[in-house]
């Protein structure tokens, strides 16, 4: 028999991407919540045309023209040179703190509705900290071990969610529907920031890109699709409940575990809270081997020292893999909200870079040859980065009247954006002082 390659096919790609971005409808519920039943299907229905479909396309041709490991990376210093190169993998890491530690924060709030003496005191942390422990455990195992996992957990984490649906819609059909959109003080505002953290991340799998059989052909495949699967993921689990008449007002972070408990019991409620465990587990597991290759690909240019270039046997920058969670689970104390709030916009601020990326390779390297193309010419490119630069100013926006406990939000995460100029200097005056 031919020996199997330890490179990612389309499926394993596919899975990875969807954990990446989505997981399952783990984590809408905030959404529900802050807008009613009405609004957030609105909202779900036509964000994915203005923040996820224009970031999938742009990373399809990008992905597939420059599939180098550290993805986005790679593009933005290739595009603008080696300080934004560093501002763009800056910005991502500094993201993925508060973007990691949200996915064992969502597993103990969906445990805390089924047993909240499990998640009392010090247990709570405790627990997020395994999150973090098996996930990089799972990565020192290799790519392919993380790729075949995803498609695993990928099935399991959405099956409790096809009995959910099967009994909200016998429900609805026994029971007053209810009134869409019936809140008495919405939040669209934050609904939209909830909504635009379930609908980012499609960056992520490009990192990885020296570690796909096919990236060429895979990657536009596995972004497109993943779009599709992940709206329908979404749309159709809060339609279901609309259906069976759960009022909006009781849903908030874990409230998927309530709603299988009302429709089914508590059979169906400890389902869905396994599955939400999983859930953030395949979620942590797949960006773990994303985030890790950037500060690979950024040691190999010399800018961060040589130490994070160390391999496994199986290829795996061990290095980058231990550094990374210690500084993920250093975040664990942080709420849902604050998280989101932070990891949107220092992603918003590199999204932005690589849409500046796709724009300028179009004019300095018109002849490269791309595998697939944004149809259009190149205002077309322009445009399609104008709704993700406007939900990212928006986003922004709304973080001006928050805080990061003392700090305001906006100051906070501008701050840490800031802080990449100097840490460039500093990586290359040590390179220098490294060559003489």
């Not at 709570?124 to 098996?134: D, M, N, Y």
């Not at 972004?223 to 909006?248: D, S």
């Not at 599955?275 to 597991?285: P, V, Y």
Request: aromatic share 12%.
């Amino acid at each position: 028999m031919p020996k199997r390659s330890g490179k990612l096919r389309l499926l394993p790609l596919l899975a990875a991407t969807y954990f990446m971005v989505s997981g399952g409808p783990y984590g809408l519920e905030d959404i529900i919540g802050f807008a009613g039943y009405g609004r957030a299907l609105i909202l779900l229905a036509l964000l994915p045309f203005v923040w996820s479909l224009p970031t999938a396309l742009m990373i399809g041709e990008l992905a597939s023209t420059i599939p180098e490991e550290g993805g986005f990376y790679a593009w933005v210093r290739r595009a603008l040179g080696p300080f934004w190169g560093f501002q763009e993998a800056w910005l991502s890491l500094s993201a993925s703190v508060f973007d990691m530690a949200i996915y064992p924060t969502l597993f103990v709030s969906y445990l805390t509705h089924l047993a909240p003496e499990i998640t009392s005191g010090h247990r709570g942390l405790a627990i997020k900290l395994a999150v973090v422990l098996t996930a990089t455990a799972w990565n020192l195992k290799g790519t392919s071990a993380v790729g075949r996992g995803s498609v695993g957990l990928w099935f399991i984490a959405i099956a409790p969610y096809f009995a959910l649906i099967g009994l909200a819609f016998y429900k609805g059909l026994h029971t007053p529907h209810a009134h869409l959109g019936a809140l008495t003080k919405p939040d669209l505002a934050s609904a939209i920031l909830v909504a635009m953290w379930n609908y980012m991340g499609w960056d992520n799998a490009t990192t990885i890109a020296g570690e796909v059989e096919n990236p060429q052909r895979d990657y536009p495949r596995a972004m497109l699709l993943t779009t599709l699967i992940v709206m329908l993921t979404y749309f159709i689990p809060i339609a279901a409940v609309a259906w069976a008449g759960i009022p909006a007002n009781q849903f908030s972070t874990g409230a998927w575990a309530d709603a299988g408990r009302l429709l089914g019991g508590p059979g169906l409620a400890l389902l869905i809270v396994a599955a939400g465990a999983l859930d953030s587990l395949g979620t942590f597991n797949a960006l773990t081997l994303s985030y890790t290759r950037l500060p690979y690909a950024m040691a190999t240019d010399n800018l961060l020292p040589k130490v994070f270039t160390r391999r496994l046997d199986n290829g795996v920058p061990w290095v980058c893999v231990l550094a990374c969670s210690t500084c993920w689970a250093m975040a664990l104390g942080l709420t849902f909200e604050r998280l989101i709030t932070v990891d949107i916009t220092l992603w918003g601020l590199s999204l932005a870079l690589e849409f500046a990326a796709l724009v300028i390779l179009r004019q300095r390297e018109p002849e490269l040859p791309r595998p697939f193309r944004v149809p259009g010419p190149t205002w077309v490119a322009v445009a399609l980065g104008s709704g993700p630069i406007l939900l990212t100013a928006f986003a922004l926006y709304v973080s001006r009247t928050e805080k990061v406990g003392s700090i305001p939000a906006l100051a906070f995460t501008l701050g840490i954006a800031a802080l990449g100029a100097p840490f460039y200097l500093l990586a290359k005056f040590t390179q220098q002082r490294t060559r003489s």
